[in-house]
């Protein structure tokens, strides 16, 4: 017994050395967006800076010539409107795919998963000239209604939605309830982990989208974090400082987001993978 | 309320009850599904119906629609031979060899975190954090990361003694590689999970019967673990590849493309010609192609899949 412990102290050691390299990139950066300019890139490497200068850093990122914090403000204000958007939408073609029947149900069912096949970049042209027809180019809400259809959410969903019992469904009806209170009442609060996991994750995708901004937003105040990072680094380029303590930024809400949720966004990406 | 008046009908109008509940539930679902419905319709349907038109013609979306002209299967035989194209569509094949070394690493990662080792969620935690982060982020580190004089990796090189360490994203001959490289950073975590998921199904007591039948624990991984997984890798395989014909964010804001097209991808080209040189027509002929390209991809998949999984 003791022979097969020492050898998982080994392998945990093993492990932890790799994953401190596989890392490592990150803990460069965090360190980098804490020093000097100048000291960025001696090497060997200054993995805790010897001279800080986070703070100075840190405020020329966001209160300095470019409006990065009006980029954060607006990508979480679509970043929510999006995630919750898109979980109504998701939700409520969940339970109608898989709780109520009706003809063509099954058909539209794979016709909308197909869709999930075609490949964004074939379909920009035609959605750049249609949202320039409908006023939605250069706009907040166009960027919305594009993210709000998620087929991989509704997919998801309806995975969790057939394990719930018909028999719950049949005998609320029974009792007078609507589909609508159905799927208030009883639906949803049984399917509460999995909507936790879809919105983690759509809040992920959204936070660090790059491509639909990049195609559907022409305003510089209406940019996101993404875009504007890239505007970022094209104006700052050689100051590697200041680009590393915007990737932080950038990066950081989803890391705390993740860490309280870790256990949903781990178990939903595996479940909704390995199920189907 | 209705259906409460409903449902305390007497006996005799069950035929009737009947036909209107199927009424009540063909009207319920279609409104549930109809917001899905219509964002899918108008946002997807009928983009890829007109890509599929538009791509038949000569045209600068610009210069609207009274300037349109058909021309047939042009925008198709041009591609053939348009070096260009020819040279994206290399990449992305030379992309694919991202997904079985991803695929290994990250097997290996799981097996070992599942079987061996203490702080489990503190290893997934790590794995993970490129699949938060986003690839301008991603992108972004790995520029400086992979500068040619004065980056970490480099200088970490020449300090062990490689003079001439390679240029990475500066040199043609590298850069595709230098992608290759993030792309499997990238990706570990997310298949690591997966892998790790796939794993927790499989029932101890193949590994019991193994032991008593006094397999070595390398020989189990072969003839326990790498079989009763080969689902789960099939699905990594579909994903992956599909993804790798996908990759715009990463290669957009780390190469642009360069240098001398060495990292351009169809994803990338397209973009290109749809809204740098503003040929509607040719882009959306590229869009179609792709499209094809990920079906038959994943045709062949399914029917390889029947061949080597093992269920």
Redesign the interface.
Known sequence: MSSLRI???I??L??SA??IM??M??L??LS?SFKPELD??T???QWIPKTWNAAENYREVWFGALPFSLYYLNTIKITLLTTVFSL???S??A???SK????G?DL?FI??LA?F??????????????YRWLGLFDSHTGLV??G??S?IG?FLLRQFYMSIHNEIIESA????????TI?VRITLPLVKSALATVMILRF?WT?????NP??FLRSDKLFTL?LG??KF?DVNGEF?SL??A??VS??LP??II??IG?KH???G???G??K? | ME??QE?GAAAHKVPRKKRKRFM???L??????S???I??T???????L??GI?SFTDWN?IAGLDTIKFIGFHNYLKMFSDDHFIRSLTNNFALIFVIPVSLFISLT?AV??N?????K?F???????PF??????IA???R??F?PS???IN??LM?IGIHNPPTWLADPSFSLISVMIIMV?AG?G?EM??F???LQ?IPGDLYEAADIDGASKIRQFFTVTIPMLS??TF??LI?GI?GS??V??LI??LTNGGPAGSTSVI?FY??EV??IQLK?GY??AI??T??VL??AI?VVQWIGQKRWVNY
């Open positions: 050898s998982r102290v392998v945990t093993l492990m790799a994953g596989f890392i990139p990150f460069w950066m980098a960025v890139l090497y060997p490497i109504i939408i998701s409520m073609a339970y109608g795919f109520i029947s009706f003809r149900r539209l016709v909308i869709t096949m075609i490949p964004s970049q074939a379909i920009l042209v035609p959605q750049f000239m249609m209604l594009l709000g259809s087929v509704t009806r029974i009792d007078g309830a609507n589909h609508l799927f992920i936070w660090n989208d790059y491509q990049l195609i993404q990072m890239t680094s590697y680009m590393m915007g990737a950038a990066i989803l890391l993740f860490i870790q966004v781990i178990e990406v595996a479940s993978s390995v189907g | 259906a409460l449902t009540q539930d063909t319920a679902g279609y409104l549930f599904i917001p899905m419905l964002t899918a108008v946002l997807t349907i009928i983009p890829i007109l890509s538009i979306f990662l070992l975190i079987k061996a080792t203490y702080f969620s290893f997934k935690v790590i794995y993970f954090m938060i982060s986003s690839f301008v982020a972004v580190l790995w400086v990361l500068h004065s980056g970490p200088e970490f300090s950073w570990i997310f999970i997966i790790m998921a796939g199904n689902p789960t699905f990594l994903t599909v014909f996908k715009f964010d957009m804001i994803v397209l973009y749809a809204f509607s882009a959306s869009g179609i792709l499209l990920i079906l994943t």
